[in-house]
């Protein structure tokens, strides 16, 4: 397997703010590695063994203990399991798959089956919002619901304002390692400053091979095959993925949308207030789920939010 860290230190220096992370959220937890044929997962799971499963999917540049951090809550009525995306700076290992065809869900529902997981909620932010829509392409069976915040793979932003705000101060920084380009490019990208992800991203920049692969957005056609119900959150001022072109274009393409709620004040990263917005959509979501497989003899519509 290829190994897209650029060197062992820098490896390490990641690795250990990833563990810092862990540490700090002072919860109790196990990790389990998931071998699929893509390569070697690694999952960090807490809650109540006996709630029902969510697994939590980060973003790009992500890693498994930000994902809890976001959403601290949900491990009180789930049983929480937080991957790590592969090829990407975290502890799985991996091949860097294709966004173009169905390889990131045939490899998320290798790792479900590896847990052992039937009846998932999916929840995924930014990057883990395609690696979901994927998923359910590639086989909803076991799914539940899904709730998606700031997802790739429905709307893509303008290309320029991408380049000249996010990826020409990331590569300036790469060269110059000047830690205010990373500040520029995490207030670009992050409703309030997050200083872990100036300190993370900071190493990631430097000893990390990033994908640069333009995102691809989802066919009408894959959208209209999805009978799992979807909740999504978008940001108004969303850089990457706009929210409110998402909201209308999730609208027109997606028959499984139960709500789409627009955050007027958010950039592409929520802050506190965003994430436990969608503490409460995914809370919600359970009991109305609940609700409906203990009332079999009538229909019950489901909203969520």
């Known amino acids: 397997m290829k190994d897209f860290f650029k060197s062992e230190a820098g490896k390490r220096e990641i690795f250990r703010l990833y563990d810092q992370k862990l540490q700090e959220l002072n919860i109790p937890y196990e990790e389990e590695d998931i071998l699929t044929s893509f390569g070697r997962t690694s999952v960090i799971q807490t809650g109540d ?15 498994a203990p930000v994902a809890l951090e976001a959403y601290p ?14 090829a990407q700076p975290n502890k799985s290992e991996g091949e860097r798959l294709s966004m173009k065809d169905d390889s990131y869900g045939r490899w998320m529902n290798e790792v479900i089956d590896g847990l ?3 009846e998932v909620t999916l ?14 392409i590639n086989d909803e069976r076991r799914i539940k619901a899904a709730f998606l915040a700031s997802p790739a793979y ?7 304002k991408a380049l000249l705000r996010i990826f020409l101060p990331m590569k300036r920084y790469m060269r110059t ?19 872990f992800a100036v300190q993370y991203l900071s190493q990631v920049f430097l000893h990390f091979e990033m994908d640069f692969t333009p995102v691809p957005v989802i066919t009408k056609a894959e959208a209209k095959g999805i009978t799992t119900p979807i909740t999504l959150l978008a940001a108004k001022q969303d850089l990457l993925f706009p929210g409110g072109k998402m909201i209308r274009r999730a609208r027109r393409i997606f028959p499984a949308l139960r709500e789409a709620i627009l955050l007027s004040d958010s950039r592409h990263v929520q802050n506190r207030a965003g994430n436990r917005r969608m503490e409460e959509l995914v809370r919600q979501g359970k009991e109305e789920l609940t609700k409906a497989a203990r009332t079999p003899s009538q229909r019950i519509n489901l909203h969520f939010g």
């Open 49 to 63: 063994t006996a709630h029902p499963p969510l697994v939590v999917i980060h973003g790009s540049n992500g890693c």
């Open 177 to 195: 390692k000047n830690r205010k380009l990373v500040v520029k490019v995490v207030d670009e990208l992050f409703t309030d400053r997050d200083e």
């Open 73 to 86: 809550t949900l491990a009180q009525h789930y049983r929480v399991f937080a991957i790590d995306v592969l």
């Open 123 to 136: 929840l995924g932010f930014s990057f883990g919002g395609l690696i979901i829509l994927k998923t359910l």
């Open 116 to 118: 052992g997981l039937n």
């Open 154 to 160: 429905i709307v893509n932003g303008n290309p320029l």
